[in-house]
């Protein structure tokens, strides 16, 4: 018998089992659901609408701005399912087409209004003294003029256009975001973990891209989707007065303001694109309502 039959084995080592991480989507899946049931509505019915219109140009049925006067007001058909406007255009196509105008001027505005407002609240209240008081006493004047009024004003001296329109209603839209962003960074400046970077030497700028906004992003994301809607209709309001997205680029608002003296005749071409602007400011204030709601079940948790 050989010398190594004799010998005791090894014991044997079990590895321990690997956990697998989950996919992405159901990542996402359980993230939603651990959300209010508002957050997942709101998800599914604007993550249906943002789909549509980015790929709208790929799946219009007709040329949006395609003239046809031998078939104007015509009802849903096979071929227009929504059927055609005053000068014969389909109205589908339109409606597709004219809320990626809508949809992107609101949210280019709305992310340069939270970008802007953060940051100025957050360096306000981390400075203190004559810089704070310089930026609240400008956010106290600003807050004081209407956008409406002061995107109009913008139009009349520049004139109407993309540009004018997002400059316009950024000029006084920061602020919500500046007050709530400072009151935010001085409950945050009481925290513990705040002092101990201010003891180990951190600077400023360090302590605020890693510490305070970080930590101010939820309830800054929560208010920024509550006021998209607001952003939404505003834009839809100057586009309805002839001020926004001007002819022939298709709007909801303008299409809105063109089919009025025929809303009797076809009462689609009013439901439609109000209908559109409706779901969409609902499906983002859904969103908010659901981010608020998990703040604050978040901080009753914590207390």
Partial sequence: MSINHLAPSAPTILEPARRTEPSTVAQAIRFIRQRHWSFAVGSLLFL?????LIISPWIIPHDPAAQSLL???????AQHWLGTDHLGRDLLSRLLIGGRFSVVIAAVTLILCAVIGTLLGVISARTGGLVDEIIMRVVDLLISFPDVIVAIFMIAIFGPGYTTLIVSLTIVGWTPFARMARGLTLEINSREYIRAAEVLGCTKTFIIFRH???NAIRPIAAISFLRFGHKLITVGGLSFLGLGVQPPNADW?????ESQAYAERAPLLVVAPGLAIFL???SVTWIGQGLEMKGRNASKAAQ
């Fill in 71 to 77: 078939r104007r007001l015509a009802g849903p058909s």
């Fill in 253 to 257: 608002a303008l299409m809105l303001a």
């Fill in 280 to 282: 969409t400011a609902l």
């Fill in 212 to 214: 305070v906004i970080p």
């Fill in 48 to 52: 249906t609408i943002a789909v549509l």
